[in-house]
């Protein structure tokens, strides 16, 4: 579409592909474990239940023979989820290594990587510790985080997008619409803007400014999603190009969609993680499954 990567469409990826969970046993990581197997089974792809040792289920740390004790029930762990997940093809691995580089690792051989995650109580929204954050702001495949009391199984509501028109990401809109089309799903394009800066102090002047710049936003909005539109023209769009701060924005309007789907730049200035700060907002704040896609 010739705003950021050439995309490769998820439905491009043979049944060879790969949902790979960061699974510990916890609730998030069960709750992941369970989203990965749905989304699996729409797309055609395998689960991988990921454990890193010794990062693992507390209460086998201190046993003896450890190591053996937690492939076992890893094992018993990866027969549940087969079990509860007919036609999906589950398996399970245990690797050596600090959870951060085995998890980056996988990310390079997956289509999605999935963690869990426990909410926030009365902020709603995720809490994501140091290896979390690392790997959200470096995973090679998008990550999506799953709360630990996310429904097993619910109907599909719709997906929601923030949508940066001055950083557009290809693989985020490949995404989103592709969820939204798997779930025969209306798909809410949100994009925040506002008016231009030094507007001045004649009103007259300042509302034709705002008049000029919402004109310009919507005309952006638009041309950025009709090819979207022509290639998935099954997908109900919703456009939503509210006035505000697009982080605040956002988190408003998304009130726990089926996923809410935002971009993150691959490259920057700065080392570390490259986390923006509406990525951020989505983190500590929304409800339903947050997808993270990677864009250059």
């Known amino acids: 579409m010739g705003n950021g990567v050439t995309a490769r469409s998820l439905s491009e990826v043979t ?48 046993t003896p023979d450890a190591v053996a004790e937690s492939r076992r029930w890893l094992a018993r762990q990866e027969a549940g989820l087969r079990a509860r997940s007919p036609g999906v093809d589950v398996t399970a691995v245990h690797r050596s290594g600090p959870a951060r ?7 390079e051989r ?41 429904e097993a ?17 290809d693989a985020a809109l490949r995404f989103a619409f592709e969820a ?11 994009h925040a803007w506002r008016p231009p800066r030094g507007s001045g102090l004649v009103p007259a002047v300042t509302a034709s400014l705002v008049r000029v710049a919402a004109a310009e936003a919507v005309q952006r909005f638009t041309g950025t ?6 290639e998935y023209p099954g997908v109900e769009v919703v456009p939503s190009l509210l006035r505000g701060g ?29 986390l923006g700060p509406v990525t951020q907002a989505a983190v500590h704040h929304v409800r339903g499954p947050l997808a993270v896609v990677p864009c250059d």
Request: aromatic share 4%; with cysteine.
């Open 180 to 190: 939204a089309a798997l779930r025969a799903a209306p798909l809410r394009v949100v």
């Open 246 to 274: 697009a982080a605040g924005t956002l988190v408003e309007a998304a009130d726990r969609p089926d996923r809410l789907v935002v971009g993150r730049r691959t490259r920057g200035t700065l080392p570390g993680p490259l």
């Open 101 to 107: 580089d085995v998890l980056l690792a996988a990310a």
């Open 15 to 62: 049944v060879n592909g790969l949902i790979t969970v960061g699974y510990d046993g916890t609730p998030g990581s069960a709750a992941a474990a369970r989203w990965a197997s749905r989304e699996a089974g729409l797309r055609g792809l395998r689960v991988e239940l990921l454990l890193a040792w010794p990062w693992t289920a507390p209460h086998l740390l201190g």
């Open 225 to 230: 999603l009709d090819p979207w539109r022509e």
């Open 110 to 150: 997956s289509v999605v990587l999935a963690l869990g995650s426990r909410g926030l109580g009365a902020l709603h929204g995720y809490f994501v510790g140091a290896v979390g954050r690392d790997v959200l702001g470096r995973a090679a495949c998008p990550v999506v985080l799953v709360r630990a009391d996310e």
């Open 153 to 169: 199984s619910r109907p599909a509501r719709e997906v929601v997008l923030g949508l940066d028109l001055d950083h557009c990401c």
